[in-house]
């Protein structure tokens, strides 16, 4: 490919709009281009990356048995009125109506749909298990979108949907999932991690996110290096401390904190330190507020108190909620005399007395003993994991990493098939609800996620299989016959031997070829000049390492060929 023909608009400045690395280097190496809000065109650069990362997925997914299927975008309402989704997705549902005044929606997602065309289709055990996937435009109405490819409205997916008959099978679908999706990762050159999450809007009983981990991510991730052990912060899992016996307490003893609301103002005030001291929140869940205590240098976990209650929602009571449990303003709240549940963490067992809010202004208690002062409604883990915490499946320490979600798989059950009536015939005749998994990556996002991993401050530095180009050739005198005679050679020697070189074929300044060559990423850089060629030489330059090497013209394209396909997987 010549450089000059191509539609590559570079800029040196990074743009306004841009807030995160990959949003500012997209645009300014040439690879989109915005045309509303989360809605951008790819550019060939940039189109060629998500090629790339395509064609990994549709590999990897056809190597694990899935079969590829294209499905509308455009979805009728009946079918998400049937799922029950269409009256709770809420805004990020683009809807409209086709000119008979029918309600339709833009696919954010195609449970439905593929539950549609199953239940038509597969009749009998025998058809099963079953796994479909796709590759196409999604549209998700997003309130903020954001950060270019890695939060925008319209973005490209690769969601599959596999059928099963029995949990146990749907168990080993799930696995075939997750070690394909394992391999798609590895093959993109990225470091990652497969955490445990929550399944959100999807649903389901259980769902592993993947991480590419890189400092930008939006989310936290706790990982054991020992065990390889990880979750998402809102689903891991914090070691319940050893069993022993509480000291003795003494009676419980009300004291005046004037002004002193925050655990660091009291436990100062009160010369303790913040893990004798136990938060008390009140949480409001759509099963009644309820009061959960953590200590005092710990945070509490909002997903984990849901999920202990059974609840769909769990949110921090506001001023006038607290107000009217406990009569005292916030930061004066605690347990003893609590007319809600109070639910207390692990990590209180075994604490002996505890300073607590008095449930009234300026005051708290010490010597607080639950059981003897204030009922329990329940013991669990209801606080946030933290760096060096030990991991719940080995007892290393855990690593708190930042992440950004590339996949996501989950383990359905009957949610949707139950609700579509979507079932087959078992070997003894009956009819039985088919048992779903769905598993999507963000093709855009795994190459956004990509260079916030992999970049310098000269721009992109792309793993070899992502790259849009694997070598750059630079010319530096192209009005010069020979010179252009030995690019095109080279060039085609590359090609010949599968290599995909870009041939920057412009009459511009070495420095702003180099520049534009590091900016776009290209893992290897052939410059052939003047000095070089009348020694007979390539200057060969590594873009991530920056190592350079002389190679001699005859052996350039042999020598470019195999450091290419060495990295490429």
């Known amino acids: ?25 997209m645009l300014r190496a040439g690879m989109i281009r915005k045309l509303a809000a989360g809605i951008y065109s790819y550019l060939p650069a940039g189109l060629r990356v998500l090629r790339k990362v395509e064609r ?8 694990a048995g899935a079969q590829e299927v294209l499905l509308p975008a455009v979805q009728p309402a009946e079918l998400w009125k049937e799922s029950g989704r269409w009256e709770v997705y809420g805004k990020e549902l683009l809807r409209l109506k086709d000119r008979h005044e029918r309600d339709c929606c833009i696919g954010p997602t195609h ?15 025998r058809q099963l298990p079953m796994n479909l996937y796709q590759i196409q435009t999604k549209f998700r109405d997003e309130i903020r979108p954001r950060f270019g490819l890695m939060r925008g409205r319209e973005f490209i997916m690769k969601d599959a949907y596999s059928f099963d008959a029995d949990s146990a099978g749907a168990d080993e679908s799930y ?71 509480a000291p003795e307490a003494a009676p419980l003893e009300e004291v005046a904190t004037p002004e002193q609301r925050t655990i660091g103002e009291v436990s100062a005030y009160l010369g303790v330190p913040p893990q004798a001291v136990a938060k008390t929140l009140l949480f409001e869940t759509d099963r009644g507020t309820v009061a959960v205590c953590v200590r005092g240098d710990h945070e509490a976990n909002p997903a984990k108190v849901k999920n202990l209650l059974g609840a769909n929602t769990a949110e921090l009571a506001g001023e006038a909620a607290v107000r009217a449990v406990t009569g005292a303003p916030v930061g004066f709240a ?66 708190v990493r930042r992440g950004i979600e590339v996949g ?51 721009g992109i530095v792309w793993p070899v299989p992502l790259a849009p180009w694997e070598v750059v050739l630079l010319p530096l005198q192209v009005k010069d016959e020979a010179t252009r005679q030995v690019t095109g050679d080279l060039a ?62 005859g052996e350039a394209a042999a020598w470019a060929s195999a450091w290419v396909k060495e990295r490429r997987t």
């Open 1 to 25: 490919m010549d450089y000059a023909k191509l539609l590559l608009p570079t800029t040196r400045e990074d743009p306004a709009e841009a807030e995160v690395v990959s949003h500012k280097l």
């Open 56 to 63: 990994i997925i549709r590999e990897e997914m056809d190597r």
């Open 111 to 125: 449970e439905e749909v593929i539950t549609d065309l199953v239940r038509r289709e597969i009749r009998s055990y």
């Open 175 to 245: 696995r075939k999932m997750v070690d394909a999706y394992v391999r798609i990762f590895q093959r993109c050159g990225l470091e990652f991690v497969p955490v445990e999450a929550d399944s959100g809007a999807i649903g389901g009983s259980f769902s592993h996110e993947f991480m590419v981990l890189a400092d930008s991510g939006e989310d936290a991730v706790a990982a054991c290096r020992a065990c390889g052990y990880g979750a998402n912060v809102e689903k891991a899992e914090v070691r319940a401390p050893e069993a022993g016996s």
């Open 334 to 399: 605690g347990p003893v005399g609590l007319s809600v549940p109070v639910y207390l963490d692990h990590a209180l067992r075994g604490a002996g007395g505890l300073v607590v809010g008095a449930n009234r202004g300026g005051f708290h208690y010490r010597s607080a003993l639950a059981g003897r002062d204030f009922p329990v409604a329940g013991w669990a883990d209801l606080r946030a994991i933290e760096e060096g915490d030990p991991c719940p499946r080995c007892g290393a320490p855990v690593a």
């Open 408 to 458: 996501h798989v989950f383990k359905l059950g009957t949610k949707y098939s139950e609700s579509l009536r979507a079932t087959f015939l078992d070997a003894q005749g009956a009819e039985r609800p088919l048992v779903m998994g769905c598993y999507g990556i963000g093709v855009g996002r795994t190459a956004a996620a990509a260079i916030e991993q992999n970049h310098d401050a000269d």
């Open 492 to 553: 085609a020697a590359l090609q010949a031997q599968g290599i995909e070189v870009l041939v920057d074929d412009r009459d511009e300044r070495p420095g702003v070829k180099f520049k534009d060559a590091d900016l776009l990423g290209i893992p290897l850089r052939l410059t052939l000049g003047a000095k070089g060629l009348a020694q007979g030489m390539a200057e060969a330059r590594e873009r991530k390492t920056r190592a350079e090497h002389r190679v001699p013209l």
